[in-house]
């Protein structure tokens, strides 16, 4: 903003403004501040039981429960093959490009919600590339989405139905996009 003074409109404006603010509930603001701050998670090894992510509940894992979803777990040698090879066809496809992380979170929900529901098994889900910390800070946080996507699977109310992410062939988006294998349903 510049440091122009405010014409006598502006001041009436603004003094409109301040008046119908309310301030911050500063008990909310120190709740805020104590929640606790995503760190990298621990990798899991061996098989991927329901255990592996706290049960099956469909609830939402608090942050100091979550358990990473393993990149190499959980999928036998033929879907590795496929997945390795480009042949698989994902039975959908999920374009975050253009969300912000909020609503990108929310659709990355509710379209994992349906895909269980519908039985799907594998996911094409497209985030754009990773950026270096470097590049995001340069650019305005691009890669944001796709650095949050790991966070967002392990504490899913649906990551007990999640065999596997990998990320994708380059026929399919790369680097830029991940393969989600659901587990079968029983």
């Not at 979170?105 to 269980?116: K, N, P, V």
């Given at each position: 903003m510049s440091d122009r003074p405010l014409t006598a409109g502006e001041k009436a404006l603004w003094q409109k403004v301040i008046e119908t603010v309310e301030p911050l509930d500063q008990a909310r603001i120190s709740r805020v501040k104590a929640l606790p701050v995503a760190k990298k998670l621990p990798e899991v090894r061996g098989p991927i039981t329901a255990e592996t992510f706290g049960g099956a509940s469909t609830k939402a894992v608090p942050l100091r429960d979550q358990v990473a979803i393993p990149e190499k777990a959980g999928l036998d040698g033929h879907w590795d093959r496929r997945l390795n090879k480009g042949v698989v066809q994902p039975d959908v496809t999920i374009d975050l490009h253009g969300y912000t992380l909020s609503s990108a979170?929310?659709?990355?929900?509710?379209?994992?919600?349906?895909?269980?529901a519908a039985g799907h098994r594998a996911i094409l889900l497209?985030?754009?590339?990773?950026?270096?910390e470097e590049q995001r800070r340069r650019e305005g946080g691009r890669g944001a989405i796709r650095a949050a996507i790991s966070d967002w699977l392990a504490a899913s109310r649906h990551a007990s139905h999640i065999a596997a992410v990998r990320r994708a062939h380059p026929r399919h988006g790369g680097a830029g996009a991940l393969y989600i294998i659901l587990r079968r349903r029983r």
């Open positions: 979170h929310g659709r990355l929900d509710s379209a994992l919600e349906l895909s269980i497209i985030t754009g590339k990773a950026r270096s």
